[in-house]
């Protein structure tokens, strides 16, 4: 849930807006979740995660669609209005102009790691036998990964105004 929220705010952040009104939340509870206890706990899970980010992000839930669907999943679309000065646009930057990475990169790169060395895949054996990855480095890289992917770009925002950002990616 916290990934889910953090993905959907992400986008506006990057966009220089820094208030969001209000967030709609798009919710799939798992099918193929035979036990019908675990698939109610895991749910609930996603959907405090996504709620306790709305509360750090200073917004809140205003509705959605929830769904039953052979995967979990969850997502949304976050709205605000603002004026244009309180938007940057995407596309004016300059020559000169500094680029700044508010997260690591290789964060997809980190959770196909992890997924691989779970399921054991080819992957995964490949990496070890070519002494290109441990386990610990592995797990360290994974939750290196979470931790960006559930921290907010708010700051981000709020520094590309107080710096004149032309632009962004």
Same mark, same amino acid.
Request: charged letters at 15%.
């Given at each position: 849930?916290?990934?889910?929220?953090?993905?959907?705010?992400?986008?506006?952040y990057a966009l220089g807006i820094v208030h969001i009104d209000n967030v709609l939340m798009i919710?799939?509870?798992?099918?193929?979740?035979?036990?019908?206890?675990?698939?109610?706990?895991?749910?609930?899970?996603?959907?405090?995660?996504?709620?306790?980010?709305? !509360? #750090?992000?200073? =917004?809140?839930?205003? /509705?959605? *669609?929830?769904?039953? %669907?052979?995967?979990?999943?969850?997502?949304?679309?976050?709205?605000?209005?603002?004026?244009?000065?309180?938007?940057?646009?995407?596309?004016?930057?300059?020559?000169?102009? !500094? #680029?700044?990475? =508010?997260?690591?990169? /290789?964060? *997809?790169?980190?959770? %196909?790691?992890?997924?691989?060395?779970?399921?054991?895949?080819?992957?995964?054996?490949?990496?070890?036998?070519?002494?290109?990855?441990?386990?610990?480095?592995?797990?360290?890289?994974?939750?290196?990964?979470?931790?960006?992917?559930?921290?907010?770009?708010? %700051?981000?925002?709020?520094?590309?105004?107080?710096?004149?950002?032309?632009?962004?990616?």
């Amino acid at each position: 849930g916290r990934v889910g929220c953090a993905n959907v705010l992400s986008d506006m952040y990057a966009l220089g807006i820094v208030h969001i009104d209000n967030v709609l939340m798009i919710l799939a509870s798992s099918l193929e979740m035979k036990d019908e206890k675990v698939r109610n706990q895991v749910t609930s899970q996603m959907i405090h995660g996504f709620n306790d980010m709305c !509360v #750090l992000a200073d =917004t809140h839930v205003t /509705g959605g *669609q929830s769904v039953l %669907n052979p995967w979990p999943i969850i997502g949304g679309v976050a709205q605000s209005v603002c004026a244009t000065k309180d938007f940057i646009d995407p596309v004016n930057g300059q020559i000169g102009d !500094v #680029l700044v990475l =508010t997260k690591p990169l /290789g964060t *997809q790169v980190a959770v %196909n790691v992890k997924e691989w060395k779970m399921k054991q895949q080819q992957n995964w054996s490949w990496l070890k036998q070519h002494n290109i990855i441990t386990d610990k480095s592995a797990d360290k890289a994974f939750n290196i990964a979470v931790g960006s992917m559930i921290r907010l770009n708010r %700051n981000g925002a709020i520094l590309m105004h107080k710096y004149q950002a032309h632009g962004n990616i």
